[in-house]
């Protein structure tokens, strides 16, 4: 029986770093196009196929923000990558500079002076954690909220997921008790 997984189809679509033509393959996340060139080339690209059988390019939009990178001074796009959307300078390849998204929580822990950003674990389960790491090792599983705590004065506030319930917003002090159940998350 043939084994149609390990089967490549030749397309008419060229690779834009050798010039050779691209093939479709599958993958573990599906069809994908890749360099005949291969291992020289290791060029990947997603598709969309219609009913009459044409292929055609997925472009991975890189939209524009103000951040400046540290390293070269270039601007930073929003891009798409297999643990989510990250900050990438526009000058890859000679500058491979990239960062997480900020959520705008500045970090608890005394002088840190990071920003909280939202990370993804290789499961796909979400978290929040100090950009400075390995300096800061401060994280969390709630999603953080900016807004100071108005019983104990807490630096920000968290949101709680609940099973059957609308999420509550509660205090990151255990002790402090404070609950919000009115909260539409941001």
């Given at each position: 029986m043939r084994n149609v997984k390990r089967e490549e189809v030749?397309?008419?679509?060229?690779?834009?770093?050798?010039?050779?033509?691209?093939?479709a393959k599958w993958g573990r996340f599906g069809r994908?196009?890749?360099c005949s060139a291969y291992p020289e080339c290791k060029s990947t690209k997603e598709f969309k196929?219609?009913?009459?059988?044409?292929i055609a390019v997925l472009e991975k939009p890189e939209i524009p923000t103000d951040e400046i990178c540290e390293k070269c001074g270039s601007g930073?796009?929003?891009k798409t990558g297999r643990?989510?959307?990250?900050?990438?300078?526009?000058?890859?390849?000679?500058c491979k500079t990239t960062k997480a998204i900020g959520i705008g929580v500045k970090c608890p822990e005394s002088n840190c002076g990071g920003d909280l950003v939202q990370k993804r674990?290789?499961?796909?389960?979400?978290?929040y954690a100090c950009n400075r790491y390995p300096k800061c090792e401060f994280s969390l599983w709630s999603r953080p909220v900016n807004k100071p705590c108005p019983s104990c004065g807490a630096a920000f506030l968290i949101e709680k997921a609940r099973k059957q319930a609308e999420p509550q917003v509660v205090c990151r002090d255990t002790a402090c008790g404070y609950t919000v159940s009115d909260h539409v998350p941001a």
């Open positions: 030749a397309t008419d679509i060229l690779c834009e770093k050798c010039g050779q033509s691209m093939v994908f196009l890749a196929e219609d009913a009459s059988g044409s930073m796009v929003i643990f989510g959307k990250f900050l990438a300078c526009i000058a890859y390849p000679e674990t290789k499961k796909g389960r979400m978290f």
